[in-house]
């Protein structure tokens, strides 16, 4: 069985908020649980957090955790022209390849134009996830270069009660690919409801809860750069929706 844990670090619940209490408070408590259960996960960094955070971003890459790009400043990708984009991409990229390789992507709101991919590729992005199966994609593909490995499921699923969360999970296709935000990691009041519930202790509680269950369960853990082992294709294809199985 394959699982990926995968965290956005951004701002608090963008764009409702502009504080970072979660890099701050937030992401350590998760690294410290990841350490503890000896579970590895991809970080998909803003440079922005990055630049104002960058000893969080060192911990991550000597903790052997992967770094990703998450844009710079959580800008929406598809709202821009391409060349906006592409310029946010290689700004952002500068930044966050001053602490080491980046070869993961994720576009924020899940939300990435198809002509994207192209500039990834040119970028050295070799594989990206802001594609989400219960937003109805159709799963691990190669476009323009690019390994797409979708979401599984939303990251408020993550705080359901865990009575609830099993049957979700159990429910899931390989490779099981989880995300969350380290702003859900501490209390959130202010925002809407799907922002707040749950969050703070409740949050890494849940999370420790699902990191033993899969390790009951003898999965194994990836980082989003190991799918490039996993699915090989027999030969690229620049066209969209190339679907691929595993090895």
């Given at each position: 069985m394959l699982v990926s844990l995968t965290f956005d670090v951004e701002q608090d619940c963008p764009p409702y908020l502009s504080t970072t209490r979660g890099v701050e408070e937030g992401l350590p408590k998760i690294l410290d649980l990841l350490g503890e259960k000896g579970v590895k996960g991809t970080f998909f960094f803003t440079a922005q957090m990055a630049k104002e955070y960058p000893h969080l971003v060192k911990r991550v890459v000597e903790d052997g955790h992967e770094l990703g790009c998450h844009t710079y400043n959580h800008e929406r990708l598809d709202k821009l022209s391409k060349g906006e984009a592409e310029r946010i991409i290689e700004k952002s990229l500068q930044v966050l390849r001053n602490f080491g390789e980046v070869v993961s992507f994720r576009s924020p709101n899940l939300q990435l134009p198809s002509e994207i991919y192209a500039v990834l590729r040119e970028k050295g992005i070799l594989v990206d996830s802001s594609k989400a199966v219960y937003k109805r994609y159709r799963g691990i593909s190669y476009v323009g270069g690019v390994?797409?490995?979708?979401?599984?499921?939303?990251?408020?699923?993550?705080?359901?009660?865990?009575?609830?969360?099993?049957?979700?999970?159990?429910?899931?296709?390989?490779?099981?690919?989880?995300?969350?935000?380290?702003?859900?990691?501490?209390?959130?009041?202010?925002?809407?409801?799907?922002?707040?519930?749950?969050?703070?202790?409740?949050?890494?509680?849940?999370?420790?809860?699902?990191?033993?269950?899969?390790?009951?369960?003898?999965?194994?853990?990836?980082?989003m750069r190991d799918y490039l082992k996993v699915f090989k294709p027999e030969r690229r294809q620049e066209a969209e929706g190339v679907s691929q199985h595993p090895r």
């Open positions: 390994l797409e490995i979708p979401a599984s499921v939303t990251s408020s699923v993550l705080r359901l009660p865990w009575r609830i969360q099993r049957i979700i999970h159990a429910r899931l296709r390989e490779p099981r690919v989880y995300f969350a935000h380290p702003w859900e990691f501490v209390p959130m009041k202010g925002v809407r409801f799907d922002c707040r519930f749950n969050t703070g202790e409740k949050a890494l509680e849940l999370l420790e809860r699902l990191i033993d269950h899969y390790r009951r369960e003898n999965a194994e853990f990836l980082l």
